[in-house]
């Protein structure tokens, strides 16, 4: 999502280096998307990196790297039985670290909480807390240094489970309470990517985590997603206003672009500026109020939202426990950040399905809460499920 300004962060120079390089070692591998494993193996912030791999019988490989827990690579076979690679990315540590140069949120873990927060303003337990501003006066998704920028904890517990903990301390970018928390990335023999967060605190706070891949399901990051066919399970989404901030209206989608109850091509309204939602964000970059969320619990068995692509006939299909799904469609990709391949992303290079509470739900008190307490655990749960249609 949008457009983001971080401060560099402390990395190991000499190693990211030359695994940029792609320097060969005895622990250097290929992997089926291209990646070389040596160009992710370095020390960030005195932490070991690395690219794992998790991978099914059906052809299907996940490539994660600890910093940021961010996807790297997620390879599934097209209609032909090609193997694609559907998301954005860099090839190489270095750039991902580079926070000055290749700013990203590319594939990442977003915590501790995923999208804007008005002006950085959170009141908890009484207590008014400013929050750094680093996007159009808000705060996004955790701050400056948020989670995509630091490095998880990284436990591969078989070929097709990797556990990702990190401990974000009281204070991190100004959140109260020492947070534990978790991603668990699961390769499920159905070609579903199960993703599970979980958290705890010590003190109360706020949570919302989410997983920002940018899909293009044509398997060309050199073209847009124009094409491909878009489908969101719900009726009503959050207007925002020209900073991107919700308004704190839920409106109806009936009769606007926004509604995509019937699958529809991402191009038939991505471009639709005659309708202000749309000119304002330069494209979609909204959040949906799932169907699949009634009397504040998510169903997970029934899909909140699917993309599709008529070149290679990938079907992407979501589930949730979350009451909200934002769709971002790259709107701030204009050709400067070139990724893997060294291909550059334009605008409309992707679709990012963000599963999560409403944005600024902390300060929209009849929005489903995203405050943890001691004693609860924060539990989210999203699929990415993977088919031939």
């Given at each position: 999502m949008k457009n983001i300004k971080f401060k560099a962060l402390s990395v190991g120079i000499a190693c990211c280096l030359m695994s940029a390089c792609g320097v060969q070692n005895g622990n250097n591998a290929t992997t089926v998307s291209g990646l070389s494993t040596a160009a992710f193996d370095t020390t960030i912030n005195n932490k070991p990196v690395k690219l794992y791999t998790l991978s099914n019988n059906n052809g299907m490989e996940v490539c994660i790297t600890n910093f940021g827990g961010r996807i790297v690579s997620l390879v599934v076979p097209d209609k032909n039985g090609k193997q694609t690679d559907v998301v954005l990315g860099y090839d190489n540590i270095a750039q991902y670290a580079d926070s000055v140069?290749?700013?990203?949120?590319?594939?990442?873990?977003?915590?501790?909480?995923?999208?804007?927060?008005?002006?950085?303003?959170?009141?908890?337990?009484?207590?008014?807390?400013?929050?750094?501003?680093?996007?159009?006066?808000?705060?996004?998704?955790?701050?400056?240094?948020?989670?995509?920028?630091?490095?998880?904890?990284?436990?591969?517990?078989?070929?097709?489970?990797?556990?990702?903990?990190?401990?974000?301390?009281?204070?991190?970018?100004?959140?109260?309470?020492?947070?534990?928390?978790?991603?668990?990335?699961?390769?499920?023999s159905n070609n579903s990517l199960d993703i599970a967060y979980r958290a705890t605190t010590d003190k109360e706070t706020v949570i919302n985590m989410t997983n920002h891949s940018y899909f293009n399901l044509n398997g060309d990051p050199s073209k847009d997603v124009e094409n491909c066919i878009l489908y969101i399970n719900a009726d009503k989404y959050t207007p925002s206003d020209s900073t991107f901030m919700t308004?704190?209206?839920?409106?109806?989608?009936?009769?606007?672009?926004?509604?995509?109850?019937?699958?529809?091509?991402?191009?038939?309204?991505?471009?639709?500026?005659?309708?202000?939602?749309?000119k304002n964000a330069m494209g979609i970059d909204h959040n949906w109020c799932l169907n699949t969320y009634k009397n504040g619990k998510g169903d997970d068995t029934k899909v909140a939202a699917s993309l599709y692509s008529p070149k290679t006939g990938i079907m992407l299909e979501v589930y949730t426990n979350e009451p909200g799904i934002q769709v971002y469609t790259g709107n701030f990709l204009n050709g400067k950040v070139k990724g893997k391949k060294g291909i550059a992303y334009n605008k409309h290079a992707s679709c990012c399905l963000e599963t999560q509470k409403y944005p600024d739900t902390p300060n929209k008190k009849d929005w489903p809460t995203a405050n943890l307490k001691p004693g609860e655990e924060y539990y989210s749960h999203c699929v990415f499920k993977f088919s031939i249609k």
């Open positions: 140069n290749s700013p990203s949120d590319f594939g990442a873990a977003i915590g501790r909480y995923a999208n804007r927060i008005n002006k950085g303003k959170l009141n908890i337990d009484g207590k008014d807390i400013q929050l750094p501003i680093n996007n159009y006066g808000h705060c996004l998704h955790g701050g400056p240094s948020g989670w995509q920028y630091q490095v998880y904890d990284a436990k591969q517990l078989n070929d097709t489970t990797l556990q990702l903990t990190i401990l974000s301390k009281d204070g991190d970018n100004n959140f109260p309470g020492n947070v534990k928390a978790s991603v668990t990335y699961t390769l499920k308004t704190g209206e839920i409106a109806k989608v009936d009769n606007t672009p926004m509604d995509f109850r019937k699958p529809t091509a991402i191009g038939k309204n991505v471009n639709n500026f005659s309708f202000d939602q749309i």
